[in-house]
């Protein structure tokens, strides 16, 4: 009977997926306990009663008696066992389906022979019964925080999604409507120039090229909330113009390699260049570098990032631990990842240069619908 016992819990411990979980077990204990047939019951809320059964070695009709019988009870009565009866069963074995010292279901077997249940057989049912109560009950436990965590994920791509749609709105009209008023104070003030007098033009010139400077520093800024070519012409674009920008701005060499293989989710988009921006930030702030490289890949429906520099480095506990502006840098980049169920791996040591390999799967959780319930 050990040995029985044994293989029921190799069997319930083979799988995550409760459903499979109550399929090994009916499978595992029937052969080991000599049953002819075998019910089990899953419910999650007595007042609902059982919302999984798993039923083998019953005739067509019983099954659907069982199922009619078994709605909104919990244990065994007589009008289950007369069915059993009715049936052609002579004995009828039940156990609780134990778990954190509450029963979410029950086990039952039965027999046509003549032979009873002995005493030996009932307390091993009630150790198999706890058994696969436990693995069932860890199983949704464990599905129940997968189902959290995506909602979580869908919620936070959903706020990064309305973020960045709010900046793809400010940086819009910050180009269209600052530039149109700005093209008209030029405007006006070549109408100014040509009525005052020469000494006066180079004070028109000043002001013309503190116009020019307020516009191009306009553009930057409406370029760094929502670079317009990552919506037009996708990621390495967009990368490529950061690199040329950075480059301009800080006399570091700034490289993009690789291929994203084709047009992303949006927020896969979004993030990974939110992600290179802040990183390249790091570099030329931080890092003081004279290079860097950012390399794209997609590989078996994920998208690879891998953005190298030969800056002064640091030790990733210092990252991990969010010292510093660096290391809040980095806590921000891991937030980014979260929502979209990516991972980040640092590399660097002091005077050594640093790597971040960032890896995220190609979909989009904001894609997943919420129910109300859910919300």
């Known amino acids: 009977m050990l040995e029985a016992l044994r293989s029921i819990a190799l069997a319930v411990g083979t799988s995550h997926d409760a459903t499979e979980i109550a399929r090994a077990a009916v499978t595992a204990v029937r052969p080991a306990f000599r049953a002819d047939a075998v019910a089990l019951f899953l419910s999650d809320d007595p007042d609902n009663g059982e919302r999984f059964q798993m039923l083998e070695g019953f005739s067509a009709s019983v099954v659907e008696r069982l199922r009619n019988a078994r709605a909104g009870k919990r244990h065994p009565d007589a009008e289950i066992r007369a069915l059993l009866e009715q049936d052609g069963f002579t004995f009828v074995a039940d156990a609780p389906l134990l778990s954190r010292g509450v029963t979410i279901g029950l086990l039952s077997l039965a027999r046509r022979d003549s032979a009873p249940f002995s005493e030996a057989q009932l307390q091993m049912l009630a150790v198999a019964a706890t058994i696969t109560g436990v693995a069932i009950d860890a199983a949704q436990v464990s599905d129940e925080a997968v189902r959290r965590r995506d909602q979580l994920r869908a919620l936070a791509a959903e706020n990064v999604n309305a973020r960045e749609e709010e900046a793809r709105r400010i940086a819009r009209e910050l180009h269209d409507e600052a530039g149109q008023l700005l ?28 116009l020019d400077r307020i516009e191009a520093q306009l553009r930057g800024v409406s370029h760094q909330l929502r670079p317009p070519v990552l919506d037009t012409l996708g990621l390495k674009p967009a990368l490529e113009f950061l690199a040329g920008t950075v480059s301009a701005r800080t006399g570091a060499a700034v490289s993009v390699s690789g291929s994203t293989g084709g047009r992303l989710p949006n927020i896969i988009e979004t993030t990974l260049y939110r992600i290179a921006q802040e990183a390249l930030n790091n570099v030329t702030k931080h890092a003081r570098a004279t290079r860097a490289s950012l390399e794209l890949a997609r590989t078996d429906g994920r998208i690879e990032c891998t953005i ?62 919420l129910s109300r319930a859910d919300r």
């Open 183 to 210: 093209a008209g104070v030029h405007i006006a003030l070549e109408g100014i120039a040509r009525e005052l007098p020469a000494s006066a033009y180079p004070r028109v010139l000043e002001t013309r090229a503190l």
């Open 308 to 369: 190298r520099d030969d800056g002064a480095g640091f030790h990733p506990k210092t990252a991990d631990g969010g010292q510093g502006q660096q290391g809040l840098g980095f806590i921000g980049i891991r937030e980014r990842l979260d929502a979209v169920g990516g991972s980040l791996r640092i590399t660097s040591a002091p005077s050594e240069g640093t790597e971040l390999f960032i890896t995220m799967p190609v979909i989009d959780p904001s894609a997943k619908k």
